[in-house]
């Protein structure tokens, strides 16, 4: 299916440049489809590297600490429902879950690393190596579909363009992606009974051996009394400096000035960096963030500390060498994000042509009375046509669409709510599938973009209900 959707986005942009006149110039197809194959390398493939060398290094080190296992059974019931074909002792399962949480958790590109993962393992189970099998299909509907408790980009973006009550979209995206997660789950179980995306008998080919998993078995080691102390400690000491984060900016302050840990800052950043200025005083004014947000930033800026914490502390009081292990699991990152590369200047290119062709002004324009005639806002047009296809075009468009003194703030609200509620769904399928070669994709894309469409309802409904 990938492969007439791609030809249709080139071909359809093409024919519209032509017919426009965009077909060279600063803000042509030609200058487009360069500009986004160099993004493509550059600006996502080289960074997303250093992410999986990262988190494919932690991800090992949880794994011999035991942590990914554990993990693993305590959702194994809700996993295994969702996963029938996949064992529920094989690293899939786990990988996929730290996916998910980090999807849950709002951590962006951090989530990448860990679904790439859980794609490699689910590669590992799968008979046929070039078509996609039920448990990616759903995995990967779940993964667009975009489950998410604390929407902090949208946030951040309603902060600043200055609409008060930003944190007023957090419960209904809860809400909207809720539903597209259950839409997405049943929609992968529908589609793939239907004829034409249920395996073909030339697909079907002998289980090739599974992978062993990465490193051999897992570290057991039993915790001694003596290192259960120090894991204690260690938490304890982590967990009283993190609280610090969730508490008014003046309590840090207070505390650094008393205890005297102020002035050595001071003077240690003075040495660092002499000429510019001096480290401003500990006790000089700080703004105050209202509680909600202080919250929402202290807890998404400390899931990742808190993750490597437990993982370096278990690991140690496990006897596993964890840097040694943090590099032997980081080396595959390179390979699966040079992997990926082509899958990414494919994909990106022809969206840049179907863009910049003015082909999707066209489209907009077709489908406006039809959405008027159903009730969906025109001006979330734009939104609604890009959130599927990139994400830094869709949150341009949200910008565009806040800034805009002729809106409502209704339909900002509902904007905020359809960007945090809908993902990027062309771009993780070719990303994902990309990583372990999967050529035929089945009933993937319609099972995203029917969870995309649910959470786009949604997300009007909601605004309606909500901010009318």
Request: hydrophobic letters at 55%; charged letters at 15%; one cysteine or more.
């Amino acid at each position: 299916m990938l492969n007439y959707i791609w030809s249709f986005l080139l071909l359809s942009g093409l024919c519209a440049a032509a017919l426009l006149g965009n077909v060279s110039g600063d803000t042509g197809i030609v200058a487009a489809i360069l500009a986004k194959s160099k993004a493509a390398v550059m600006d996502i493939a080289l960074p997303l590297a250093g992410l999986m060398i990262f988190w494919l290094g932690v991800m090992r080190v949880m794994e011999k600490a035991g942590l990914l296992q554990l993990a693993a059974r305590l959702l194994s019931p809700i996993m295994r429902r969702l996963f029938p074909d996949v064992p529920g002792d094989h690293p899939a399962m786990s990988a996929m879950i730290m996916n998910l949480a980090a999807n849950m958790l709002g951590l962006g590109n951090s989530a990448t690393p860990l679904g790439l993962k859980a794609m490699t393992h689910l590669q590992e189970l799968n008979p046929n190596k070039q078509t996609a099998s039920n448990a990616m299909v759903t995995f990967l509907a779940m993964n667009t579909a975009a489950f998410t408790l604390v929407p902090m980009t949208a946030i951040n973006y309603l902060n600043a363009a200055g609409i008060k009550g930003a944190h007023q979209i957090i419960v209904p995206t809860i809400l909207a992606t809720a539903c597209t997660v259950v839409t997405a789950v049943v929609a992968a179980r529908l589609y793939g009974r239907l004829p034409f995306f249920a395996l073909q008998p030339d697909d079907l080919m002998e289980s090739s051996p599974a992978q062993e998993a990465d490193g051999g078995p897992t570290t057991t080691t039993t915790i001694t009394p003596r290192r259960k102390f120090w894991l204690i400690a260690l938490f304890v000491a982590f967990g009283a400096c993190a609280t610090l984060e969730l508490l008014p900016a003046t309590v840090r302050a207070d505390l650094l000035q008393n205890t005297g840990l102020s002035e050595v800052v001071a003077q240690a950043q003075q040495k660092a960096s002499p000429p510019p200025a001096a480290a401003p005083a500990a006790s000089a004014e700080v703004q105050i963030e209202p509680t909600w947000k202080r919250l929402m930033n202290g807890g998404s800026g400390l899931a990742i500390p808190i993750v490597l914490v437990i993982t370096l502390g278990v690991g140690l009081a496990r006897g596993v060498k964890v840097y040694e292990e943090f590099v032997e699991g980081a080396k595959e990152g390179f390979a699966v994000a040079t992997r990926i590369m082509p899958f990414l200047v494919a994909m990106l290119a022809a969206l840049a042509v179907f863009n910049s062709s003015g082909m999707l002004r066209l489209l907009e324009y077709l489908l406006r009375p039809v959405l008027s005639f159903i009730g969906f806002p025109v001006e979330l047009l734009p939104m609604a046509l890009m959130r599927p296809l990139t994400g830094s075009g869709s949150l341009g468009v949200l910008n565009d669409i806040l800034l805009r003194p002729e809106i409502s703030e209704q339909l900002k609200f509902t904007a905020a709510i359809m960007y945090g509620s809908t993902e990027t769904t062309f771009y993780v399928l070719a990303v994902y599938f990309g990583s372990v070669g999967i050529r035929r994709i089945r009933h993937a894309l319609a099972a995203g973009l029917t969870a995309d469409i649910v959470g786009m309802g949604m997300a009007v409904i909601l605004g309606k209900l909500l901010f009318a």
